[in-house]
Protein backbone atom coordinates (compact mmCIF):
# COMPACT_ATOMS: atom_id res chain seq x y z
CA UNK A 1 0.00 0.00 0.00
CA UNK A 2 1.48 3.54 -0.80
CA UNK A 3 0.62 6.03 2.07
CA UNK A 4 1.34 9.34 -0.13
CA UNK A 5 0.50 10.15 -3.47
CA UNK A 6 2.22 12.50 -5.90
CA UNK A 7 0.82 15.18 -7.95
CA UNK A 8 0.65 15.63 -10.98
CA UNK A 9 2.28 12.36 -11.91
CA UNK A 10 4.27 13.71 -14.53
CA UNK A 11 6.04 17.56 -15.19
CA UNK A 12 7.58 19.12 -18.14
CA UNK A 13 9.32 22.67 -17.77
CA UNK A 14 11.94 24.68 -18.90
CA UNK A 15 15.19 25.49 -17.10
CA UNK A 16 14.41 28.66 -14.93
CA UNK A 17 11.22 27.85 -14.07
CA UNK A 18 10.09 26.81 -11.38
CA UNK A 19 8.60 23.03 -10.15
CA UNK A 20 5.84 22.56 -7.76
CA UNK A 21 5.34 18.99 -6.61
CA UNK A 22 2.16 18.30 -4.29
CA UNK A 23 2.17 14.80 -2.04
CA UNK A 24 -1.02 13.26 -0.15
CA UNK A 25 -0.85 11.16 2.54
CA UNK A 26 -3.53 8.91 4.59
CA UNK A 27 -2.37 8.37 8.45
CA UNK A 28 -1.06 10.41 10.59
CA UNK A 29 2.72 11.15 10.63
CA UNK A 30 6.01 11.52 12.65
CA UNK A 31 7.70 13.48 9.41
CA UNK A 32 7.73 13.22 5.68
CA UNK A 33 10.52 13.07 3.71
CA UNK A 34 11.30 13.63 -0.37
CA UNK A 35 13.49 11.29 -2.07
CA UNK A 36 15.25 12.23 -5.80
CA UNK A 37 15.57 9.33 -7.93
CA UNK A 38 17.61 9.52 -11.44
CA UNK A 39 16.82 7.00 -14.44
CA UNK A 40 17.31 3.37 -13.31
CA UNK A 41 19.58 4.27 -9.97
CA UNK A 42 18.99 4.38 -6.11
CA UNK A 43 17.06 6.70 -4.35
CA UNK A 44 18.62 9.80 -3.02
CA UNK A 45 17.21 11.74 0.72
CA UNK A 46 16.66 15.16 -0.21
CA UNK A 47 14.83 16.59 2.85
CA UNK A 48 12.94 16.14 5.18
CA UNK A 49 10.25 17.93 7.32
CA UNK A 50 9.21 17.28 10.84
CA UNK A 51 5.28 16.73 11.66
CA UNK A 52 5.38 20.19 14.02
CA UNK A 53 7.30 22.11 11.46
CA UNK A 54 5.14 23.67 8.76
CA UNK A 55 7.92 25.12 6.31
CA UNK A 56 11.79 23.91 5.66
CA UNK A 57 14.32 25.51 2.78
CA UNK A 58 17.35 23.33 2.02
CA UNK A 59 18.99 25.33 -0.94
CA UNK A 60 16.92 25.75 -4.13
CA UNK A 61 14.18 23.26 -2.34
CA UNK A 62 11.16 24.28 -0.15
CA UNK A 63 9.08 21.93 1.64
CA UNK A 64 5.77 22.92 2.91
CA UNK A 65 3.55 20.11 5.56
CA UNK A 66 -0.08 20.83 5.95
CA UNK A 67 -0.68 17.63 8.78
CA UNK A 68 -4.60 19.52 8.80
CA UNK A 69 -4.78 18.55 5.18
CA UNK A 70 -2.32 15.45 5.37
CA UNK A 71 -0.27 17.56 2.33
CA UNK A 72 2.93 18.37 1.25
CA UNK A 73 4.73 20.17 -1.16
CA UNK A 74 7.97 20.31 -3.02
CA UNK A 75 9.34 23.50 -4.87
CA UNK A 76 12.10 23.31 -6.97
CA UNK A 77 13.16 26.80 -7.76
CA UNK A 78 15.16 28.00 -10.86
CA UNK A 79 15.25 24.55 -12.15
CA UNK A 80 18.15 23.28 -14.34
CA UNK A 81 18.06 20.55 -16.66
CA UNK A 82 19.94 18.32 -14.09
CA UNK A 83 16.93 18.34 -12.12
CA UNK A 84 15.54 15.65 -14.10
CA UNK A 85 14.56 12.98 -12.18
CA UNK A 86 11.51 11.28 -10.53
CA UNK A 87 10.61 12.54 -6.54
CA UNK A 88 9.22 10.56 -4.30
CA UNK A 89 7.43 11.77 -1.11
CA UNK A 90 7.71 8.97 2.00
CA UNK A 91 6.93 8.62 5.41
CA UNK A 92 6.38 7.09 8.56
CA UNK A 93 3.46 6.03 10.42
CA UNK A 94 2.75 5.42 13.48
CA UNK A 95 6.78 4.95 14.60
CA UNK A 96 9.85 4.54 12.92
CA UNK A 97 9.71 1.05 11.75
CA UNK A 98 8.86 1.06 7.92
CA UNK A 99 9.39 3.85 4.95
CA UNK A 100 6.19 4.10 2.44
CA UNK A 101 6.57 5.63 -0.41
CA UNK A 102 4.22 7.25 -3.04
CA UNK A 103 3.90 6.73 -6.78
CA UNK A 104 6.28 9.93 -7.54
CA UNK A 105 6.09 13.04 -9.84
CA UNK A 106 8.78 12.10 -13.35
CA UNK A 107 9.88 15.80 -13.46
CA UNK A 108 11.62 16.51 -16.72
CA UNK A 109 13.48 19.58 -16.86
CA UNK A 110 14.52 20.97 -20.52
CA UNK A 111 17.10 23.38 -21.82
CA UNK B 1 33.27 3.89 -0.64
CA UNK B 2 31.17 3.66 2.08
CA UNK B 3 28.05 3.75 0.63
CA UNK B 4 25.14 1.26 0.32
CA UNK B 5 26.26 -1.69 -2.29
CA UNK B 6 24.11 -4.03 -4.33
CA UNK B 7 25.32 -7.26 -5.73
CA UNK B 8 24.28 -7.93 -9.13
CA UNK B 9 23.40 -4.63 -10.57
CA UNK B 10 21.50 -6.83 -13.48
CA UNK B 11 20.75 -10.11 -13.37
CA UNK B 12 18.69 -11.90 -16.33
CA UNK B 13 17.13 -15.41 -14.99
CA UNK B 14 15.03 -17.70 -16.78
CA UNK B 15 11.47 -18.73 -15.31
CA UNK B 16 11.83 -20.91 -12.78
CA UNK B 17 15.35 -20.22 -11.37
CA UNK B 18 16.23 -19.04 -8.44
CA UNK B 19 18.56 -15.82 -7.78
CA UNK B 20 19.87 -14.52 -5.29
CA UNK B 21 20.63 -11.20 -4.26
CA UNK B 22 23.16 -9.03 -1.82
CA UNK B 23 23.47 -5.91 -0.14
CA UNK B 24 26.32 -4.49 2.19
CA UNK B 25 24.98 -1.81 4.09
CA UNK B 26 26.78 1.37 5.57
CA UNK B 27 28.84 -0.45 8.29
CA UNK B 28 27.46 0.95 11.52
CA UNK B 29 23.46 1.51 9.90
CA UNK B 30 21.42 -1.47 12.22
CA UNK B 31 18.21 -1.60 10.26
CA UNK B 32 17.87 -2.61 6.78
CA UNK B 33 15.60 -2.04 4.16
CA UNK B 34 14.30 -4.42 0.68
CA UNK B 35 11.91 -2.14 -1.66
CA UNK B 36 10.78 -3.95 -5.07
CA UNK B 37 10.02 -1.00 -7.37
CA UNK B 38 8.63 -1.17 -11.15
CA UNK B 39 8.90 0.39 -14.03
CA UNK B 40 6.91 4.20 -12.74
CA UNK B 41 6.26 2.85 -9.47
CA UNK B 42 7.41 4.20 -6.27
CA UNK B 43 9.37 1.62 -4.22
CA UNK B 44 7.01 -1.35 -2.58
CA UNK B 45 8.08 -2.32 1.09
CA UNK B 46 8.89 -5.80 1.56
CA UNK B 47 10.95 -6.61 4.76
CA UNK B 48 13.34 -4.54 7.12
CA UNK B 49 15.71 -6.12 9.76
CA UNK B 50 16.86 -4.31 13.45
CA UNK B 51 20.58 -5.49 13.44
CA UNK B 52 19.61 -9.47 12.19
CA UNK B 53 16.45 -9.78 13.49
CA UNK B 54 13.59 -9.89 10.20
CA UNK B 55 10.92 -7.35 12.58
CA UNK B 56 8.36 -6.76 9.30
CA UNK B 57 7.73 -8.94 6.34
CA UNK B 58 4.87 -7.08 3.64
CA UNK B 59 2.41 -9.36 2.55
CA UNK B 60 3.85 -8.99 -1.23
CA UNK B 61 7.02 -11.37 0.08
CA UNK B 62 5.38 -14.54 -0.85
CA UNK B 63 6.85 -18.10 0.36
CA UNK B 64 9.00 -17.78 -2.80
CA UNK B 65 10.90 -14.60 -1.35
CA UNK B 66 13.64 -15.21 1.58
CA UNK B 67 15.65 -12.52 3.51
CA UNK B 68 18.39 -13.07 5.77
CA UNK B 69 20.85 -10.33 7.76
CA UNK B 70 22.77 -13.55 9.22
CA UNK B 71 25.16 -11.12 11.58
CA UNK B 72 23.73 -7.84 11.47
CA UNK B 73 25.80 -7.02 8.56
CA UNK B 74 25.18 -8.04 4.80
CA UNK B 75 21.79 -8.77 3.75
CA UNK B 76 20.73 -11.38 0.91
CA UNK B 77 17.21 -11.68 -0.56
CA UNK B 78 16.61 -14.59 -2.51
CA UNK B 79 13.37 -15.45 -5.06
CA UNK B 80 12.95 -18.98 -5.93
CA UNK B 81 11.37 -20.52 -8.79
CA UNK B 82 11.26 -16.69 -10.23
CA UNK B 83 8.15 -15.88 -12.15
CA UNK B 84 7.93 -13.39 -14.81
CA UNK B 85 6.15 -10.88 -11.97
CA UNK B 86 9.04 -10.74 -10.26
CA UNK B 87 11.13 -8.79 -13.14
CA UNK B 88 11.49 -5.40 -11.35
CA UNK B 89 14.54 -3.16 -8.91
CA UNK B 90 14.99 -4.69 -6.18
CA UNK B 91 16.06 -1.85 -3.54
CA UNK B 92 18.22 -2.27 -0.47
CA UNK B 93 18.64 0.71 1.86
CA UNK B 94 20.08 1.04 5.49
CA UNK B 95 19.78 3.65 8.39
CA UNK B 96 20.91 4.22 11.45
CA UNK B 97 17.94 3.61 14.25
CA UNK B 98 18.27 5.59 17.55
CA UNK B 99 15.87 7.63 19.86
CA UNK B 100 15.04 10.98 17.98
CA UNK B 101 16.58 10.45 14.49
CA UNK B 102 15.78 11.39 11.63
CA UNK B 103 14.78 7.60 9.60
CA UNK B 104 16.70 8.94 6.45
CA UNK B 105 17.07 5.90 4.13
CA UNK B 106 20.32 5.79 2.17
CA UNK B 107 19.49 3.49 -0.73
CA UNK B 108 22.25 1.35 -3.06
CA UNK B 109 21.58 1.44 -6.57
CA UNK B 110 19.73 -1.30 -6.84
CA UNK B 111 19.38 -5.23 -8.69
CA UNK B 112 17.60 -5.25 -11.54
CA UNK B 113 15.62 -8.32 -12.31
CA UNK B 114 14.79 -9.80 -15.22
CA UNK B 115 12.95 -13.18 -15.68
CA UNK B 116 12.41 -14.55 -19.34
Known amino acids: SQQGEEDPQALSIQEGENATMNCSYK?????LQWYRQNSGRGLVHLIL?????REKHSGRLRVTLDTSKKSSSLLITASRAADTASYFCASFSGGYNKLIFGAGTRLAVHP | DTGVSQDPRHKITKRGQNVTFRCDPI?????LYWYRQTLGQGPEFLTY????????KSRLLSDRFSAERPKGSFSTLEIQRTEQGDSAMYLCASSLEVTGNTGELFFGEGSRLTVL
Open chain 2, 27 to 31: SEHNR
Open chain 1, 27 to 31: TSINN
Open chain 2, 49 to 56: FQNEAQLE
Open chain 1, 49 to 53: IRSNE
